[in-house]
């Protein structure tokens, strides 16, 4: 018995048919076709890769420091004073917070993985922020970028963060309201200085030290007494005291002296000092 063999062009004929029969890439979690729903994302179709692997990490809430005595706000381990409006102020420090925690994810040929928003590429960041009470902020977070090489459209991921604002006592009111000094400048004069002098000196100095403020906030006059024909002022360091005598210095020719007063030990053992500068005046 014999068998025919089929044709070479029948052979063929049934390749091509098998390759048109071939079917499309496809979502491994939903199923959806490439082709309707667009490039897959690491096998899967844009919504469940979005799912997954949201392109925005945040934490739901982050608190935020305020000092309820002036005002000042805590951020990246410092404290920092208000110059505008307060609430102002606070939606911009609470943008610049939920910045430095945000995390974007970032795709490429070794794998993925989430960076800071500082470390992204190619992508966007946008904030809505609203005050609905003095204690919170609330944070909408938008990105928006091209995360694969691959992409034919950009994608966008949004997120909500509550910034809830703690009401505390900044070091410097800590230490303002305990009277607490480094140093004593006193003020005298060669005479009794004149009433008229003296609160004309006392306005200068208030200059110079709220010029010093702008500077570093850790300097301030604790208290002014009237004494002895002239001023003291309690101020929160020896450099601070040393700096307003050498402004009288300039400004009215004063002549400087100095001593220190043993107080006591630092906690490294250290003997600490508290010092007095004279500034006298030529009048």
Same mark, same amino acid.
């Given at each position: 018995? /014999?068998?025919? *063999?089929?044709? *070479? ?18 979502? +491994? ?55 505008? %409006?307060? /609430? ?86 800590? %230490?303002?309201?305990?009277? +607490? ?17 003296? @609160?004309?000196?006392?306005? @200068? ?8 403020? @702008? ?50 030990? /630092? ?17």
């Amino acid at each position: 018995m /014999t068998f025919e *063999q089929p044709t *070479q062009i029948l052979i063929r004929k049934s390749k091509v048919d098998s390759l048109s029969d071939m079917p499309s890439k496809f979502c +491994y979690k939903c199923g959806a076709l490439e082709e309707e729903k667009g490039p897959l994302l690491e096998g899967l179709c844009e919504d469940c890769f979005l799912e997954e692997n949201p392109l925005l990490k945040v934490p739901e809430e982050v608190e935020m420091e305020i000092c309820g005595r002036c005002g000042a706000f805590y951020f990246e381990n410092a404290w920092h004073d208000l110059e505008g %409006r307060p /609430t102002e102020e606070y939606l911009e420090a609470a943008k610049e917070m939920v910045t430095s925690v945000a995390e974007v994810f970032e795709g490429g040929p070794a794998g993925s993985r989430y960076v800071s928003f500082e470390d992204s590429e190619g992508v966007d960041i946008g904030f809505k922020a609203e005050r609905p009470s003095p204690e919170t902020i609330n944070i909408s977070v938008e990105v928006r970028g091209r995360f694969f090489d691959f992409q034919e459209e950009p994608l966008s991921d949004r997120a909500e963060v509550k910034v809830k604002l703690k009401r505390t006592t900044c070091g410097v009111c800590e %230490r303002l309201a305990s009277g +607490y000094y480094e140093a004593i400048l006193q003020v005298r004069g060669r005479e009794e200085i004149s009433e008229e002098k003296i @609160s004309e000196i006392f306005r @200068s100095l208030e200059e110079e030290v709220g010029a010093g403020q @702008s500077r570093s906030r850790d300097e301030f006059v604790s208290k002014v007494k009237r004494k002895h024909g002239g001023l003291d002022l309690y101020v929160s360091s020896a450099k601070l005291a040393r700096d307003l005598a050498r402004f009288l210095k300039r400004e009215y020719g004063a002549e400087m002296s100095e001593s220190a007063e043993l107080i006591g030990q /630092t906690e490294d053992g250290e003997e600490n000092y508290r010092v007095t500068v004279v500034a006298r005046m030529p009048f």
